[in-house]
Structures are given as C-alpha cells and as structure tokens.
C-alpha cells in the first residue's frame, strides 16, 4: 500500500479549463485570472485579492508592498517578528527588503507562536508580526491581537498551508492586513503553480497590482490611490512608478482555478473527516504528539513529534515509512534559524528556540487527502506502532 504525500484532485472540469484557454488562444494573464480572484476574494471574505505565479511570490508582493504604503509602511532596519518553523520564502523577503528578522519559538503542541516567547518577544523596536499558520492549523489571533494591543504594529499572515481553516467563522488569511496563499500542486487547491494575496486595504491593493507588473500603472483603476492616469491608453501603457516584478500568473492558472474554487468546501470536509480518524488513532499516544488543533484546521497533513522520552531515533521510523512506501517529510523546514542562509541575514533569536529544536530533530509528517484514507492510516499505525 503506498501513501503517497499528494495527489491530483483536478477531474474533466480543470481539463475543460485549460483547453477553454486554448481554444482563445490568450494565455498570458487576462479575464480567467481576474475572476478567479474576484471569486477567491468573495471566498475568503476579503475586499481584494492578487493572483501571482507562486505562493513564494505571493509573500514577496506582500513584503514589498509594505515598503510604499501611506501608512502601513515597513522601511530597511525594522524589526519584524517570524516563528522559527516556517518555509524558507516566508523569510526570504523580510530581509531582500533590508527587514530584521527577529526569530521567535514555535509551540510543539500547535506548530504555531509559542504565545508566551511572542508576548516576551515584542518590544517597542518591533514593527511588524509575519504569522504563519502551519499544516493547515490558525494561529491563535485573539491572543495576538492582545499582545499587540495598542501598539502599532502591522499583523501579516502566510497562510499558504492553511487555506479553507478557520477560526471563530473567519478565514485564516485575513486576520492581518494582508494574507497570502498558495495553490501548489500539493496545497488544498491546485492551479499548477500559484498563489494570492489577499487584503481589505484599498491602497495596498493597488500596490499590489502595481507591483506585480513591472510597477507600471497599466493595470489600476482610473481612480486609484497610486497617481492620477491619462485618460490617454497609449500613454498610460509604459509609465512606471514603483519598482515592481513580473510575477504575474498564466491565464490558464486562473481559469483552473475557478474549477478548484467550486469543489474546495469539499475538499476541506474530506480532508477534516480524515483528521478525525488520525485523532482516534494517535491521540494521547505514549510515542507521538500530535498537532493540537486550534479552530477548525484544513489539515494540510498529520504530524508526529517523537516524545523524547521514549528514546526513539526518528532515523528509524522515517526509514520504516520509508520501507513500507509512505512518502513523509520534515515539518515544514524544521527551525529555519539554524540554517546557514540565516547567517547572511540581519536576524536575532528570542530565547532558546526549544519547541523549534524539538519540531526540528523530532518532527515529521504524512499526507492528508481529499477523499477517504482508512485503509491508509490504519497501516500507518501499525507501521509506527507495531
């Protein structure tokens, strides 16, 4: 039985989109996209959203947007604060943008802020939060926006494991000022390569289209927060006014992203009918900790810390999944602060990062799907337990 980390959830629908864009023969960015976002926006429960070509990319227009705003505005030497368990490109742009990362522990129980080290970690030196919900599972926002009380400090969220959770009826993604998403081909919807941002801040989203088309003012509104526009086409086509990117996403991404829209909400209730299996199955278990949950997580994928105290080398059950074709991975890449890149970056450690070690020398994790695996974590259990 192979268990593989993901699968496809495309059918004829997504097939049918991609030679829709065919037969138009218009494959760069057009009217597929824009209503992919206009539908994602609507989703979400967001004012905006910007369809970029990656998630990776998605958290480099956020970043940078930040750096033009009025008033939201992130500037070189500023310290924002990132968890240390996190994808590489959730830092990436924190310090292309000249930002100081300042590292803070990860709960072993969530995969999410430690809330204590955050709460000890804000200073009056710190200017922005970049929060990160993990393998599908929200941050405790109540909590944050508490420790950020008054103070004025930007909350931004990579949400690109965790589309479709939620926390108290809200989309995790939009607690900040902006969130972002991938639709990777392993993530909960799937247009090939992909990613958005999405954001209730009018300003920011002109930014945000401004900056993913080279800075030029092409694509904004007549009416716009950015610059007054000709009324001239021909003069408006190459005026530049920030130092933007092409980021932008092929046509046919966005149109297969309509059809993913339309079988998400199903896509979700799978993925959660199989998280409560994986409950039953690991829960209070004397070897694994899993991923407590916090709201209602889309899970993303299953997670084990091996307990310490056991005395299990994770070398060993990694080669035994392994053995018995069950795809895992580390989770996430495990603590980021310990990576060489980081040297190489204007950064700080809060504290000793102990949950982040811990994830990171005891931690891996297995896939989630879209349609039933009983079969499959029945056998993961006796492969781990057995």
């Known amino acids: 039985m192979k268990y593989h980390l993901a699968n496809s959830s495309w059918d004829q ?15 760069t960015m057009n009217d597929k996209v824009a209503e992919f976002e206009k539908a994602f926006a609507s989703y979400v429960g967001s004012q905006y959203a910007v369809m970029v070509n990656s998630g990776s990319s998605a958290n480099l227009l956020a970043i940078a947007s930040l750096r033009y705003h009025s008033k939201l505005s992130l500037q070189p030497g500023d310290e924002v604060i990132v968890p240390a368990v996190s994808w590489p490109t959730t830092y990436y742009p ?4 000249g930002l100081t990362l300042k590292f803070v522990d990860t709960d072993p129980e969530t995969l999410n802020f430690d809330l204590k080290a955050l709460a000890e970690a804000v200073t009056d030196q710190t200017k922005a939060i970049l929060a990160v919900n993990i393998l599908g599972n929200p941050n405790d926002f109540s909590e944050i926006e508490r420790i950020i009380g008054e103070r004025d400090i930007i909350l931004v969220e990579d949400n690109c494991e965790s589309l479709g959770a939620t926390l108290n009826g809200k989309q995790a993604g939009t607690f900040g000022v902006m969130g972002t998403y991938s639709s990777f081909f392993s993530h909960h919807i799937s247009t090939m390569e992909g990613g958005l941002v999405v954001t209730d801040d009018e300003e920011l989203y002109h930014i945000l289209l401004c900056l993913r088309s080279h800075g030029w003012t092409r694509h904004l509104p007549k009416n716009n927060k ?19 990117y092409n980021l932008r996403p092929l046509e046919m991404s966005g149109a297969i992203g309509i059809e993913q829209l339309k079988k998400l909400p199903q896509l979700i209730e799978e993925r959660r009918k199989n998280a409560l299996l994986f409950q039953s199955l690991f829960q209070d278990n004397p070897t694994y900790m899993i991923q407590k949950e916090h709201g209602e997580s889309s899970w993303f994928g299953f997670s084990f810390i091996i307990k310490p105290e056991s005395g ?9 999944l392994q053995e018995n074709q069950i795809d895992c ?11 060489e890149v980081v040297q190489l970056m204007k950064h700080s450690v809060h504290g000793e990062l102990t949950g ?3 994830i990171d020398t005891h931690g891996f994790f297995i896939g989630n799907h879209h349609y039933e695996v009983g079969k499959e974590l029945e056998f993961v259990k006796q492969v781990l337990l057995g």
């Open 13 to 27: 629908a997504e097939l049918d989109a991609i030679q829709s864009v065919i037969a138009k023969d218009m494959y």
């Open 94 to 97: 924190l310090d292309q943008y």
């Open 226 to 244: 950015l610059c007054v526009k000709s009324d001239d086409p021909f003069e408006e086509s190459f005026r530049f006014i920030l130092p933007g």
């Open 312 to 320: 299990i080398d994770r070398k060993q059950i990694t080669k035994k």
């Open 329 to 339: 991975r580390p989770i996430v890449a495990g603590n980021f602060a310990k990576n």
């Open 356 to 358: 982040a070690n811990l």
